[in-house]
């Protein structure tokens, strides 16, 4: 039906919906109005505000929960550092002090033995010799209990050591800088050099309650977030379907229908995965950031300098890897679609490449596709690939510097084990947030440019609504009648002008012409498929604009030179006639259409499944079967698009009596090519460039001697020729 209509236009740029790549240098749709195409998709989650809070609410707590797990296990590695520093400084300050005790007491002895041998001798100094004294009177540290006892033992030690003549205290001197004995005697008040495994129990028992909690609220997150997405996405399915319903037939016609497809599908299906998934991924992200970042400055704020140092790298890698990447993403997809239309072209039409010996022509350029498409692949693969090794790398060297200045201060006691090891695992996973939220912006741009053509289809113009007080003719006569009638695809290309037109009920008019002289235009006009630009069509004396739409083509029944048949059964198909129909109704108008024996002689019969595009059928039976499908439907006014032109000559003839009798009583249009099956019509009306050239019967026309002769000489001559050869 569409041979007078606009040619449609080819597939778009970017056509396709929801296939953006998910990685870095993927290519990117650009939205046209990324700021106003946004904050209308937004307005499509208002109804699930609440929702979208408990969202956000869990998102926060189980990131916090992730992010404070390190410092939580960074307090239990402490702990360990510290008992086990604890335990070595009194096992060694212990042996110190039995050693040094025991030297005195010798000392002290052989003094006593030899009265003449401390005279010999420079005597100490009072100071030392104060010293020595209090040494002698301190505990000793292995029949003390008390950890503050012990601590303050420990301290007097190491002060009275200095003290202590070098001959004493040779061996067991411990050299500790100022900040190393705080350290370690507060380790020893804490621990007295002991694991506190209880204490280490409880972080334990703390993180797997985070860890469970966290994943509890991911999975509450998840949930909730993938019901907001799909009844947000049901909804926005539901607009497009109502709108697909009440746009005009002129937007299908100027428009592929692969491209609405894929509007409704693929562009939906984005929106669905960027709500369900990314929403809910660049809230944790950016949660994650700002957490790390928080947590490394509260461990030590100079090794989070040396992480941030590093960002300025992971952008320049990341913009330079990307920009260069998109060139080969862009020529990928553009070498995916040639070879996609390439394959598809040659399974449809195979029959005619092997008719034609251009099958080494075919693998040729298939060859030549694919070569390019596997060259603009790896390039593209390749440079991409780059990116995470990179900043691997770049990580890395945030990592070294991190561990040398880490492991220096460990050493001098300035931060702990623990502190260390969580900061260093804040440094290694700071990367990952950071390449997700550079990821996503590229989904969002990409989803925003999908949203905006879906919301292209819901801001088309709609049919003319209906009018408020629309009329119904209930027992309508077939009665037609053109007046005036003006109509044009286009502003300014005139296709029908100044038309006038009366069919009687229960006439028969067939209107035949070249291709393209407005005759399936006229009859989407009689249907409303198209409004006239000025003018008034009729039915039994109302205007068709005064009627509703639907009450309007109830009126109708078409067969078309098209089939359209959907996926079921063939009594399915037919049915599609009449809602309600009987199984007996259903076999009748299959006999009227002299497609019942056919049905019966299949395995299933009436139940046999047509698939998809019913090839498991003939052209002519699927005719037939439309033809059933139109007698089931009793219309009061029947339209043939060169219903018969897809059956044999005999099915042919026997169609011709069963229209014969179908047509009594109705209004009949006939559009058609072959002038010999309308010769009986009442009136024939000729068109040529929108206008009716010439009207009458056969014989009245073939008298005239004017278009319509020559057009039935000029193909009853081939057909004479044709039966002579």
């Not at 972080?203 to 009844?231: E, H």
């Not at 070249?514 to 008034?536: C, D, H, Q, W």
């Not at 009227?592 to 139940?607: C, Q, V």
């Not at 058609?672 to 009306?685: C, K, N, Q, V, Y």
Request: charged residues 20%.
């Amino acid at each position: 039906m569409s041979e007078d209509r606009p040619q449609n236009p080819g597939p778009r740029p970017g056509g396709g919906g929801g296939g953006f790549g998910g990685g870095f240098g993927a290519p990117v749709q650009k939205p046209k109005n990324f700021k106003a195409s946004l904050k209308r998709l937004i307005k499509y989650l208002s109804p699930h505000k609440t929702n979208l809070m408990v969202v956000f609410i869990f998102a926060v707590a189980s990131t916090i929960f992730t992010i404070a797990a390190p410092k939580v296990t960074s307090k239990a590695m402490n702990k360990l550092q510290d008992g086990y520093m604890a335990k070595m400084m009194l096992r060694e300050m212990t042996e110190a002090q039995t050693q040094v005790t025991q030297q005195i007491k010798t000392q002290m002895n052989q003094m006593q033995k030899t009265p003449g041998l401390g005279q010999s001798q420079q005597s100490p100094d009072p100071e030392t010799l104060r010293g020595v004294q209090e040494f002698m009177n301190l505990p000793m540290l292995s029949s003390v209990t008390d950890p503050n006892q012990k601590a303050d033992i420990v301290q007097q030690m190491l002060n009275l050591v200095k003290k202590m003549p070098v001959s004493q205290t040779e061996g067991q001197s411990i050299k500790l800088t100022e900040d190393q004995i705080n350290g370690v005697i507060r380790s020893i008040r804490e621990t007295n050099g002991e694991y506190d495994f209880n204490y280490i129990g409880r972080i334990v028992l703390i993180l797997i309650g985070m860890y469970l909690i966290s994943a509890v609220f991911s999975l509450v997150m998840g949930l909730v977030m993938s019901g907001v997405a799909q009844k947000t996405v049901r909804d926005m399915r539901r607009q497009i379907d109502l709108k697909l319903n009440n746009l005009p037939l002129r937007y299908f016609d100027k428009h592929p229908h692969g491209d609405i497809l894929s509007r409704v599908t693929n562009d939906v299906d984005t929106i669905a995965t960027t709500l369900q998934q990314s929403l809910t991924q660049i809230i944790t992200s950016l949660i994650t950031i700002i957490g790390y970042i928080i947590m490394m400055l509260t461990i030590s704020p100079i090794l989070t300098l040396i992480v941030v140092a590093t960002l300025p790298l992971y952008i320049i890698s990341t913009a330079t890897i990307a920009k260069k990447s998109q060139k080969y993403f862009a020529a990928q997809q553009k070498e995916l679609g040639q070879l996609s239309g390439h394959v598809e072209e040659m399974y449809t039409g195979h029959k005619i490449v092997k008719v034609f010996g251009r099958e080494k022509d075919s693998i040729d350029k298939f060859d030549a596709i694919n070569d390019r498409l596997q060259t603009a692949g790896w390039k593209a693969q390749f440079i991409s690939g780059i990116m995470f090794p990179l900043m691997n790398f770049i990580s890395n060297i945030g990592y070294v510097g991190i561990s040398i200045v880490g492991g220096i201060w460990i050493t001098r006691n300035l931060l702990g084990l623990g502190d260390i090891l969580a900061f260093i695992q804040y440094s290694r996973s700071f990367t990952m947030p950071i390449a997700q939220t550079a990821n996503i912006a590229n989904v969002i741009q990409s989803t925003v440019a999908c949203a905006e053509r879906v919301f292209e289809i819901l801001d088309e113009e709609e049919e003319i609504p209906d009018k408020s007080k629309a009329q119904i003719i209930e027992f309508s006569k077939g009665q037609v009648s053109f007046e005036q009638v003006d109509f044009r695809y286009e502003e300014d290309v005139p296709l029908i002008e100044d038309m006038n037109l009366n069919v009687e009920p229960g006439h028969t008019v067939a209107i035949v012409g070249p291709t393209g002289a407005g005759k399936t235009t006229l009859v989407n006009l009689l249907m409303r498929f198209y409004e006239i630009n000025s003018g008034t069509i009729r039915i039994d004396g109302v205007d068709i604009r005064d009627l509703k739409r639907s009450e309007l083509r109830k009126m109708f029944g078409m067969v078309l030179q098209d089939t359209w048949l959907f996926n079921g059964t063939i009594k399915e198909n037919i049915a599609y006639g009449k809602q309600g129909a009987t199984t007996e109704e259903i076999v009748q108008a299959a006999k009227a259409a002299h497609a019942d024996h056919f049905i019966r002689t299949l395995p299933d019969g009436y139940n046999t499944m047509l698939n998809e595009e019913a090839t498991n059928i003939s052209q002519g039976q699927k005719q037939l079967l439309t033809i059933a499908r139109a007698i089931l439907a009793d219309p009061k006014i029947l339209i043939l698009d060169e219903a018969t032109s897809s059956v044999d000559t005999r099915t042919e003839v026997l169609i011709q009596k069963a229209m014969a009798n179908l047509m009594k009583d109705r209004t009949n249009f006939v559009i058609a090519h072959r002038l010999s099956t309308i010769r009986d019509s009442e009136l024939i009306l000729v068109m040529n460039n929108g206008k009716i050239i010439e009207m009458g019967n056969h014989i009245e026309l073939l008298e005239k001697a004017g278009f319509y002769a020559d057009l039935y000489y000029s193909q009853f001559s081939e057909s004479l020729d044709t039966k002579t050869g």
